[in-house]
């Protein structure tokens, strides 16, 4: 349902030059397409084959091994040489010894048979082998738990970089639709200032009023210009960086959807949303593994201390053939056996790793406990941002309501002659600033909404 809602998004960017997009359209684009949530995927996917390939520990390891060597020489195998060869029989006591000799040259004329060469220029050799771990003082569990520490982590960061990048496509967003209503805003203002300076030249040419307070008029005229251009700037620039965010060509026009009002007001418990952010902060997830990992590290220094025990077995193909009197043929030949290994003296090195390995857990548990603390802290913070921002929205309705009466008083009085120029164009002023401020006001009430669920840690609710 997600992917179709994307799908018939980029539909509707393909036929349309500008984009209406609510503030959860911008939220689906951006974990479809947004690059920093998609180097930590990756980034969390390589540390789960990293996981797997610790895993493959446990279980034997097979090699194969082949090799060939030409010699020069065949090897050489010279017998002393013998006149006679002794002849062993049964003596006249009843023992065996020595009972005559026989003449070599009645056996073998050949006296090369002194010099005997075996073996072959071309030798191969084929050495398969198996080696399983029975026992390694718990190093390899110990590295398993740790690249499963590892995998948690990659995927803390990456729920970590869903939950910057949603704040951030919220700020834009709602930062998008206050300029706009502020670029709105100066255009009426700066019609206002229009209107009045269209009088005051009547007023001159009737010789009412001076060419000081035309000048004025135009002073402010120009400065309104200025607010909406740097207004009508700060628009482009908003939307080029929410295009970023979704993954939209930066010249892409957003359209918005959802108003800048004040939401439904919500009852918030404290000790509620304390235990919400314990349970679902991902800095809190990062640190408890930092800690596990640390754990892990000190049992594999203790591992250190006990003896490595492995169990081998191979299996060769040789040729020539040693066990058929160097023939040029392959010969088999098998082996079992274990092999145990302990480090037995090293001038202390493993104490010292255990001691440093124990220290790094001690500094992971603290700096857990005082994030802790600093959550509880952001919480608090984010509830009395929302809290001033409501307090604010309160006072700027006031102000506009104010503001709307103060200007329309003054501009009748203006136009009976009781007050100047000056006042009517304070009025105005008075309007714009009490507007650009409500503005302002709801927009951070949006923003510090946005920021609390950020520090609650919850991103399914920030989705909704």
Request: hydrophobic residues 40%; aromatic residues 8%; charged residues 25%.
């Amino acid at each position: 349902m997600k992917n179709l809602t994307v799908l018939l998004i980029l539909i509707t960017l393909l036929l349309s030059a500008e984009t209406k997009l609510s503030v959860e359209d911008c939220r689906e684009l951006a974990l479809k397409n947004n690059h920093e949530i998609k180097i930590s995927g990756n980034i969390r996917t390589s540390a789960e084959y990293n996981q797997k390939a610790a895993f493959t520990r446990f279980l034997p390891r097979f090699d194969v091994t082949g090799t060939y060597q030409r010699v020069g020489e065949k090897f050489s195998l010279n017998i002393p040489e013998m006149q006679n060869l002794p002849v062993i029989g049964e003596l006249s006591d009843g023992t065996i010894g020595q009972i005559g000799e026989v003449p070599l040259n009645q056996i073998q004329s050949d006296l090369d048979m002194y010099e005997y060469e075996f073996g072959s220029e071309n030798n191969f050799l084929i050495f398969g082998s198996m080696e399983f771990p029975i026992f390694t003082g718990g190093k390899i569990l110990n590295q398993y738990k740790i690249s499963k520490d590892l995998t948690a982590i990659s995927e803390a960061n990456e729920k970590s970089s869903v939950s910057d990048v949603l704040c951030n496509v919220d700020e834009y967003y709602w930062q998008l639709i206050s300029l706009r209503e502020k670029v709105e805003l100066c255009n009426k203002y700066n019609e206002m200032i229009i209107s009045h300076i269209k009088d005051l030249e009547n007023f001159k040419i009737e010789g009412i009023i001076t060419d000081n307070e035309l000048l004025k008029a135009e002073v402010l005229k120009n400065e309104a210009e200025l607010k909406l251009s740097k207004a009508e700037n700060g628009v482009d620039l908003v939307n080029m960086a929410l295009c970023r965010l979704i993954g939209l060509p930066l010249n892409e026009k957003i359209v918005t959807v959802n108003e800048l009002v004040l939401d439904k007001d919500n009852i918030y418990d404290y000790d509620e949303l304390i235990e919400i952010a314990v349970k679902n902060r991902s800095e809190l997830t990062i640190l408890e593994n930092i800690a596990k990992i640390a754990k892990s590290k000190e049992s594999i220094v203790r591992g250190t201390y006990l003896p490595n025990i492995v169990l081998n077995a191979n299996y060769n193909l040789v040729n020539p053939n040693p066990y058929n009197g160097f023939e040029e043929e392959f010969g088999t030949d098998w082996m079992v056996g274990i092999t145990c290994t302990m480090e037995i003296f090293n001038f202390n090195r493993r104490g010292y790793e255990l001691q440093s390995s124990k220290f790094q857990k001690n500094a992971a548990e603290m700096k857990l406990a005082q994030t802790k603390e600093m959550i509880k802290l952001d919480v608090r913070r984010s509830l009395f941002n929302i809290n001033d921002s409501k307090k604010r929205i309160n006072l700027t309705e006031t102000a506009m309501k104010q503001a709307n009466k103060n200007l329309k008083i003054t501009n009748d009085y203006f136009a009976e002659g009781i007050v100047k120029s000056s006042e009517v164009l304070d009025a105005q002023t008075l309007w714009q600033k009490a507007y650009s401020e409500k503005i302002d006001a709801v927009y951070e009430y949006k923003l510090n909404k946005s920021r609390l669920k950020k520090a609650l840690g919850n991103i399914k609710y920030m989705q909704n």
